[in-house]
């Protein structure tokens, strides 16, 4: 019932990453849920209705591209913002951004661009805009 920047599923078969993410995410004031691969991912979905969910790509039972696809094909889910946190080799990022994921980090990553790309799609009210025709909201940001 706090004042919570919002909410991010998260998603990963590493118990270590998903405790460096849910660390991280949680000193930013964001609340986080974690699954522990694709499948849980999709059951847990309608109850917690996250704001963010972030995604590792290979994981057992369905991996993290096949859960954006079904994210994605689902209207009731087909409108929240999906990051995939991978190594991010060229295929991985090929087949996420076809499965429709609004973001990529690599891992390793620094906490400072996993919180920055939580806060960025937490607050993509439109759907999102092509780089460099930034709308007004981006006035007020501090640079760097």
Known sequence: MSGASGRVLVVDDSKVIR??????????GF??????DGAECLE???RVCPDVI???????RLDGVQTAARLRADPRTSHLPVAIIS???PYE???GVAAGVDAFLAKPFEPSELVRMVRRLM???DPPSVD???GAGRAGSPAG
């Open 19 to 28: 405790q460096l993410i849910r660390v991280n995410l949680e000193l930013e």
């Open 31 to 36: 609340e986080v849920v974690t699954a522990a």
């Open 44 to 46: 847990l979905v309608h």
């Open 54 to 60: 972030t995604l590792d790509v290979v994981m057992p």
């Open 87 to 89: 190594a991010c080799t």
């Open 93 to 95: 990022v090929d087949a």
């Open 123 to 125: 607050h993509r009210e």
């Open 132 to 134: 460099g025709r930034h």
